[in-house]
Each structure stands twice: as C-alpha cells, then as structure tokens.
C-alpha cells in the first residue's frame, strides 16, 4: 500500500462520521402564546425544510392532532387546545425522524380554550377613533349641505 491510498483512506475514515452525525435532527422547543413554534435542524445547525410533521395531543394516542409541512427554515408551528405533553414528530422522509415531547403549561397564556380576541394597540385605537370621527364629520356635512326640495 502506497502513501497516497493510505492518505485516501485515512481522509475517508475521517469524514464519514462527521457525515453521518450532520443528518442528526434536532429540536429547539419555543412556547409563544398562543402557539408552540419548533425548530428542527440537522446537526450543524442546517434547516430540515419541507419535512413531514406530525403533532399528537396528550391523551389522544395515535390519533394525529395537526400535520404538515416545516417552512423552508425548519419551523412548524401548531395551538395546543389543552395542557399536557404533546408529541411532535419530523420526519424528513429520507431515513431521519426525531420524536419531541412538548408540556404545555397548565397556564399557558395562549390556549385555544382561553383566547377570546386579539389585542389592539394604541396606535390601532387611536386611528380608530380619528376615522370614526372624520366619518360622523363627513356626514353631518353631508346632511347639513342638502337642498330642500
């Protein structure tokens, strides 16, 4: 054996387990009521997009509670209806899967059963009231500067 093939063999060697441990896919959790976002990722931090996902409620055994599809960065997002641990399943479809287990506060600000409307800011309001009042303006105008027949 030459040097060359044992260089060959040894740079080979080297490199199939930084292959092998690349494809290893990962989950980063976040709770942001009123939803759970997950990440998922390959080892060194590259996105599994378009993966498979399959989210499973508390108590509801195999039975799916939501699927779809992660964004081009990785991310599924789903709105838990109640507390408790739920499964989130990726699965790319090529030979990688990854099973994360999701606790949902029992105060989770978020909850579908506890979301009755969205907040409005004060900006919101503000050109709320303007527009109402520019409207009223606009007709009391409007009915002021009609003709009698």
């Known amino acids: 054996m030459d040097l060359s093939n044992a260089l060959r063999r040894l740079v080979f060697?080297?490199?199939?387990?930084?292959?092998?441990?690349?494809?290893?896919?990962?989950?980063?959790?976040?709770?942001?009521?009123?939803?759970?976002?997950?990440?998922?990722?390959?080892?060194?931090?590259?996105?599994?997009?378009?993966?498979?996902?399959?989210?499973?409620?508390?108590?509801?055994?195999?039975?799916?509670?939501?699927?779809?599809?992660?964004?081009?960065?990785g991310f599924f997002s789903f709105v838990p209806e109640a507390a408790g641990v739920w499964r989130v399943?990726?699965?790319?479809?090529?030979?990688?899967?990854?099973?994360?287990?999701?606790?949902v506060p029992e105060k989770f600000e978020g909850s579908a059963a506890g979301s009755g409307s969205l907040p409005v800011s004060r900006v919101e309001r503000a050109l709320t009231g303007i527009a109402m009042i520019l409207g009223i303006t606009g007709i009391w105008y409007g009915v002021k500067a009609r003709k009698p027949s």
């Open 13 to 73: 060697l080297m490199a199939v387990p930084v292959v092998c441990a690349g494809h290893d896919i990962e989950a980063a959790v976040q709770l942001a009521a009123p939803a759970v976002i997950v990440r998922a990722a390959y080892a060194g931090s590259q996105a599994v997009a378009f993966a498979k996902v399959q989210v499973f409620a508390p108590g509801g055994g195999e039975t799916e509670f939501q699927t779809g599809l992660t964004d081009r960065r």
């Open 89 to 103: 399943v990726f699965d790319d479809e090529e030979g990688h899967r990854r099973e994360v287990a999701v606790t």
